[in-house]
């Protein structure tokens, strides 16, 4: 079950030359009376041990009763089994109270898609665990089993047909219950707010196609944390309820509710249960269920919980001993009443008709554990990140062009973008994407990963290349010389950039403009013309780097530390002075961007932890070495070399961008340390109570004092591509293109860089990697700043094209404009079904209510809001531009539309196709 590994330690890897021998084999009959009694002596015995004796005399009954039946019992002598029976009945059959709890019991198997076994063992494991719990329901009427994960449905359908057509039968019978909604058990943290939307898309989906029905229970027992804007996600996937039970984890503070309203970042509420028994692999034992009442928190509130029974992690399920014993509490006095034919579903509903009152938990669920994940092989979490983000553009240009040119979706190549959708998703099962699988499993990933980005790639250069075929229409030459180039943006930020490029042996840098999500052409006559000649920034070196821009003051050590930052557009009445310094001193750092290594050594789960005293070892790393290239007139490169040990080394280049208030830390490292963790570290000139982090769809804010042990407990906290830390004013943000792992305390904001776990995978993180983090100075709030669009372009580099044309001037276009930059497009694809509407998908990222108005260069036919799974629902409401409520107003070319703070918004458009291709072929569209 725990896997296989060399003298059985997780250190020394995975064992693939063990064997095991059978030994001994027995044949034996079964005796049915023999087995109950079994059953019900366990039960009686266990009750002798768990009940309350204060509260009655229950407990001594068990145990006089028990008594008794040892002292009648003879083995082997049927004879004696009726009468000890009747005495097991005496004490089973005496009822409990209409007013004692009732636990609704549902067998489950949880199956890990892989963590300490390889994804095919899985498939495997689904095949014998699902064929066991059929059987089950052969003999035993009332027992209902819940599975989730429709990844594994799907790998029962290809390998185990049969038992797939017979596991179909039983979900219309109401006893095999599909329960989750997504694609599988996903991360909670780690994957991006669209790849979530697609874990529901594709699994409920999948689950309405085989099994004519949508999941309601929102199922993730087992991950790591939950982000703020699951609510929003899981209502919008057309799910009503949660479950959960893993923050029974938590190393410091007990979590206060087991029933309760969940609300996320946007205001959305959903029904939430954690299973007091804190197990989702329950043995069906007396003191399980009894904890299942005493551990219940919301006592006088609700009077229900739910209790999850089965073998789980690797597969396996109810066995037919806890089933027999779970029938004999049914109705015990003392026991909690048990529900043993009920479903998942039924107990949300009852718990939602009865209960009262309930308690309402705002924001993260963040479990105060396995904190190490977020950083824990990082080379996964960064092919992750590249996927989401190539997977988005892919389908944006593969939709414009189907819009605007094939007039129709013969080129959208929908089969391979589900066939990466499908691999991503798997990616992202909560032990795989968090790093704390075996070895083979990142063999597999290590594979996969990249002919899933050449797919992506090979996709995008074709969409690309039709788009500019039209954009140039007329003036392209074959087999001539390159010297146009085009430029894509993807992102809905207009965008400043240089482009290097080569005007015979002499290198050329020109600045050039590109439109959100537009392109523009640029001959190399007009980029020539532009060239950048002077140099725009100075430099002086001495024992100190000093680099001025127009914008910057940076002073950086001959280590690597940024010794200072002065914000010219801070200056106020002309006077220098009045400049803010974002980097403060510190007693520790000696300066941002202080690298630091740490003792890394969990007291267990050694690839999910970082302990909190980590922080109390470290060796400051300085540089061996400092080159500065100002080769570059836009940007300066300062090089530093670092021995890390005798085995790791990093080569680091600090770019400070004439044009830019963003440092960039462009990082290679070899690293081969055992256990310790890399970090790098910025004390700040800022007095703030809190940071903003980035998450799915949105941000939250997170604490940087510690007045409680809840502050306390998130020392090491889960963001995406940004912290900010602000006042009022002015603030600093630590921007990533990879990394998750961040530390926010006392006006210090760290980034975790690698782990060097050994335990599941012995070579977890080892050899080389590549990463770049950024410094942003701003002016403003973090709500009046453009921290996350700085985010979104150090991630999402523009396209370059080169072609040969007669063009002499810029041309350029805009495909859609959003007016409002805290409005986000995540997603623009063609529909599921017919592929031939259009999914955009947006969504408010600073928390405010926000009209705004999309343009869009083809014409719009019809315009309708829809949920995640791309369907008209009766419960949504718009303001229009005018105030009135409406779903939304569109005009030709335009949506109007109003969404709250946060809010995920999903739009099904009709095009114009026939007006569209007409439009972009036009001399006005070119203009």
């Known amino acids: 079950l725990f896997g296989n590994f060399h003298n059985g330690n997780m250190l020394h890897g995975v064992d693939m030359d063990r064997t095991f021998p059978l030994n001994e084999c027995q044949i034996a009959t079964f005796h049915r009376d023999a087995w109950e009694l079994l059953q019900e002596f366990k039960v009686l ?38 009468e000890c029976r009747a005495l097991t009945k005496k004490f089973l059959q005496v009822p409990n109270s209409i007013a004692q ?69 039983y979900v219309k019978a109401g006893r095999f219950l599909p329960v989750g909604g997504s694609w599988l058990e996903f991360d909670g943290y780690v994957p991006s707010g669209e790849s979530m939307a697609r874990q529901l898309l594709y699994g409920q989906r999948f689950f309405k196609k085989h099994f004519g029905m949508y999941c309601d229970v929102f199922f993730l027992p087992d991950t790591f944390g939950y982000s703020a804007q699951l609510p929003q996600l899981v209502k919008l996937g057309g799910l009503r309820y949660f479950l959960t039970q893993k923050l029974s984890w938590n190393r410091y503070n007990k979590f206060p509710h087991s029933s309760f309203n969940w609300k996320g970042i946007d205001g959305t509420s959903v029904l939430t249960h954690f299973p007091p028994a804190d197990t989702y692999c329950g043995s069906g034992n007396v003191d399980e269920v009894i904890m299942s009442q005493t551990n219940f928190k919301d006592k006088g509130r609700s009077n229900c919980s739910l ?65 190490g994940t977020y950083t824990t092989m990082a080379n996964n979490k960064k092919y992750n990140r590249i996927c989401e983000l190539m997977m988005k553009e892919a389908e944006l240009f593969a939709t414009l062009r189907s819009i605007l040119i094939d007039k129709n979706a013969q080129n959208y190549d929908k089969n391979m973008y589900d066939e990466v959708w499908k691999n991503m998703m798997l990616f992202q099962f909560h032990d795989v994407l968090p790093g704390s699988c075996i070895r ?36 392209l030459r074959q087999k001539e010389e390159e010297n146009t180039v085009v430029l894509y943006n993807s992102l809905q930020f207009d965008r400043n950039e ?105 007291l267990y789960w050694d690839a999910w932890d970082l302990w ?76 703030t109570d809190f940071v903003t982090c980035d998450i799915q769809s949105g941000n939250i804010r997170r604490p940087t004092v510690v007045n409680t042990s809840w502050d306390a407990a998130k020392y090491e906290v889960c963001s995406h591509k940004f912290v900010d830390m602000s006042e ?70 523009v396209y370059e094209k080169w072609y040969s044309s007669t063009i002499k001037e810029k041309k350029e276009i805009q495909y859609i404009k959003i007016d409002k930059s805290n409005i986000i497009l995540d997603a623009l694809k063609l529909d599921e079904e017919e592929k031939k509407h259009v999914i955009m998908r947006v969504h408010e990222n600073i928390g405010a209510e926000s009209k705004n108005r999309v343009e869009f260069l083809f014409d719009l036919k019809e315009t309708t809001k829809v949920n995640i799974l791309e369907e008209v629902t009766d419960d949504w409401e718009v303001i229009g531009e005018e105030g009135d409520k409406t779903v939304l107003k569109t005009d030709a070319k335009q949506i109007f539309q109003q969404l709250r703070p946060f809010q995920i918004l999903t739009l099904k458009i009709e095009p114009n196709y026939k007006q569209s291709c007409l439009l972009y072929t036009s001399d006005a569209a070119d203009d």
């Not at 009443?337 to 039924?346: D, F, L, Q």
Request: with cysteine; net charge negative; charged share 25%.
């Open 612 to 687: 909190i005293y980590y922080q109390e070892t470290h060796v400051d790393l300085k540089a061996n070495s400092c080159v500065v290239d100002k080769s570059k007139p836009h940007k300066v490169s300062i090089i530093f070399k670092y021995k890390i040990s005798e085995l790791s080394t990093m080569e680091q280049t600090i770019i400070i961008n004439a044009a830019s208030k963003r440092i960039d830390f462009e990082t290679t490292v070899d690293w081969h340390e055992t256990h310790k963790i890399l970090r790098t570290y910025f004390p700040l000139a800022i007095r």
């Open 307 to 371: 209790y999850l029974y089965g073998i789980g992690d690797g597969g396996g399920g109810p066995l037919p001993h806890m089933i027999e014993k779970l029938h004999a509490m049914e109705n015990t006095a003392g026991i909690p009443k048990v529900e043993c034919g009920s479903t998942v579903s039924k107990f949300f509903k009852e718990m939602e008709h009865s209960s009262h009152n309930l308690m309402t938990w705002d924001g993260e669920l963040y479990l105060e554990l396995h904190n």
């Open 440 to 475: 083979m499993v990142y063999d597999v990933t290590d594979k996969e990963y990249p002919i899933m980005i050449s797919k992506l790639q090979k996709n995008i250069d074709s969409s690309l290349n039709e788009l500019s075929t039209m954009l140039l229409k007329g003036t």
């Open 728 to 797: 009022a004013n002015y603030g600093v943000a630590l921007l990533n293109n990879c990394k998750y792992g961040y530390s926010t305390r006392d006006a210090v904001l760290s980034l975790s860089l690698l782990k060097s776990s050994k335990s599941p995978n012995e070579v977890a993180d080892m050899g080389s990697h590549k990463f770049t983090y950024s410094l942003y100075v701003h002016k403003g709030s973090f709500c009046n700043s453009d921290v996350a669009e700085e985010a979104y372009k150090l991630n999402v580099p």
């Open 45 to 82: 015995m266990d009750s002798a041990r768990h009940l309350d004796t204060k509260q009655d005399s229950r407990a001594d009954e068990a145990l006089m009763i028990a008594n008794e039946i040892v002292n009648i019992c003879k083995p082997g002598d049927a004879t004696t089994y009726p």
């Open 498 to 602: 240089v482009v290097e490029w080569n005007q015979g042996a002499e290198k050329k840098y020109s600045p050039v403009f590109v439109k959100g999500i537009g392109c523009a052409a640029y001959p190399t006559n007009v980029l020539a013309s532009t060239a950048i000649k002077d140099w725009k920034y100075q430099i002086l070196e001495g024992t100190e780097i000093s680099v001025e821009t127009p914008l910057l003051s940076v002073k950086v050590s001959p280590g690597g530390q940024i010794l200072s930052i002065i914000d010219k557009e801070t200056m106020e009445y002309s006077d220098p002075k009045t400049c803010k310094e974002a980097i403060r001193k510190h007693e520790v750092f000696k300066g941002g961007n202080a690298i630091l290594i740490h003792d890394d050594v969990p």
């Open 101 to 169: 709890h009732t636990v609704y019991a549902v067998g489950h198997c949880h199956i890990d898609m892989a963590w300490l076994w390889p994804f095919f063992e899985t498939r495997r494991k689904g095949g014998r665990s699902w064929s066991s719990q059929t059987e089950l329901f052969k003999n035993f009427d009332k027992f209902n089993f819940c599975a989730s994960s429709a990844s594994l449905y799907e790998w029962v359908l290809q390998d185990f047909p049969l038992l797939f057509a017979e596991i179909k039968d």
